[in-house]
């Protein structure tokens, strides 16, 4: 039974509840400057920092003021006030470098890698530093478009946490130790055919990489080597539906990409597949099917497709639908 009396807030019930309550809690934190501002620390702080207007923080008028001024501030005061930067010395470009000027930024055709498949991208470069990535509208696998990964990307070339060098046993090395050990072991794999080489990598379609890995496993060098393939989120599923729907006779190849034509679908089903979200043709899939819409913008006549949605949950491909 709930009891749905009411209760005087004032009543002595009431003040035991709220502080049994007030016990429960746990630790307390600030949720905005006005409850920080409360504390002993913050007030010394304001003086410390902005001994004029400190006078203004118990004005309740003055205080909002103060508060619309110079909120950003405060909250920066706290990151990099305190932080004391080393004098760098400027020196201009003795020879410079060809085609750079200052100020002017250059472009350069290139590819972004995801899920071992490469998308055309342009890549803009302020003074040698790349700061931007755009689709490639030459390219098959992009069309001029780019996704939310690919956009991102530009950020790892500036992550102080990627790798950087060479390790060994989580211990700092050189590419040159690297040679003298594979040189080192060259004799011994020759000896077996490779039978203990084993190599790790994740999915690649680069027909340079695959040449090396021929020539790597030639007959006269490491027959009985093995390269591993390993990504902790594949394609392994979508190539096992695309060789069982297709069901050579002859085994045919083991890995098999389904190749959409949007562009000439009508009617699109799609059975918890998120065609634009996800895929080695997410890009094309997507201009493709956003070239029939565009088609029926300039020519009454033509006929729009339509698209069905059936998933679990919400994608891109389902908000499309919608």
Request: net charge negative.
């Amino acid at each position: 039974m709930i009891d749905r009396t009411r209760h005087d807030l004032a009543s002595p019930e009431m003040t035991a509840f709220r502080g049994k309550l007030e016990g429960l809690r746990g630790p307390q934190f600030w949720r905005s400057l006005e409850e920080l501002s409360q504390t002993e620390d913050f007030e010394h702080y304001v003086h410390r920092e902005f001994p004029e207007q400190a006078s203004e923080w118990h004005d309740p008028v003055g205080r909002r003021k103060f508060l619309q001024l110079m909120g950003a501030s405060l909250a920066l005061a706290g990151v990099s006030g305190c932080v004391v930067q080393p004098e760098e010395k400027i020196v201009p470009y003795v020879r410079a470098p060809e085609q750079i000027i200052p100020g002017r930024p250059l472009f350069f055709a290139s590819a972004a890698v995801h899920d071992g498949y490469g998308y055309g991208v342009l890549v803009e470069s302020h003074m040698g530093r790349p700061t931007k990535l755009e689709g490639n509208p030459d390219h098959p696998a992009s069309l001029g478009a780019t996704d939310a990964f690919t956009q991102a990307s530009i950020l790892t070339l500036y992550d102080p946490d990627r790798s950087q060098v060479v390790t060994q046993n989580a211990r700092v090395s050189t590419w040159n130790n690297l040679l003298n050990s594979l040189i080192g072991l060259r004799p011994q794999l020759l000896g077996d055919k490779g039978a203990r080489l084993r190599i790790l990598s994740g999915s690649f379609t680069s027909p340079t990489l695959t040449r090396l890995m021929g020539e790597l496993f030639a007959a006269n060098r490491f027959p009985d080597a093995r390269w591993h393939l390993h990504d902790p989120a594949g394609l392994d599923s979508s190539h096992a539906g695309t060789q069982f729907a297709v069901s050579h006779p002859d085994g045919g190849p083991t890995e098999l990409t389904a190749v959409h034509h949007l562009d000439q679908a009508d009617l699109i089903v799609s059975l918890d597949a998120d065609l634009f979200g996800w895929g080695p043709a997410k890009l094309a899939d997507a201009r493709a099917f956003a070239a029939r819409r565009e088609a029926v913008a300039s020519d009454p006549a033509a006929i729009m497709n339509r698209l069905y949605v059936i998933e679990p949950g919400p994608t891109i491909t389902g908000a499309a639908a919608d």
